[in-house]
């Protein structure tokens, strides 16, 4: 079984959300990245919730993996990727 660390705190800047994990590592991820994320309200991308496993946004329906993060992926949800 391998070990994927938790999320601690997350924070954004205009660009990128900022993901601190318990083993002392910073994650900063292009918001593009996560369309829900992008086009959310500043408000609305600070109502998450941390789990052991990830970061969750009930309002936007937005669910990250810290796994997913740790391997590069993005919004999992859409076939092909939007234009940047």
Avoid: C, K, N, Y
């Amino acid at each position: 079984m391998s070990f994927s660390p938790s999320p601690t705190a997350v924070r954004f800047d205009d660009d990128q959300m900022w993901v601190e994990l318990d083993d002392g590592r910073t994650l900063g991820i292009p918001l593009v990245w996560f369309p829900r994320l992008l086009h959310a309200s500043p408000e609305q991308r600070l109502r998450f919730f941390l789990s052991p496993s990830g970061l969750h946004w009930d309002e936007i329906d937005e669910d990250i993996s810290v796994a997913g993060l740790l391997q590069g992926r993005g919004d999992m949800t859409r076939s092909s990727r939007a234009a940047a």
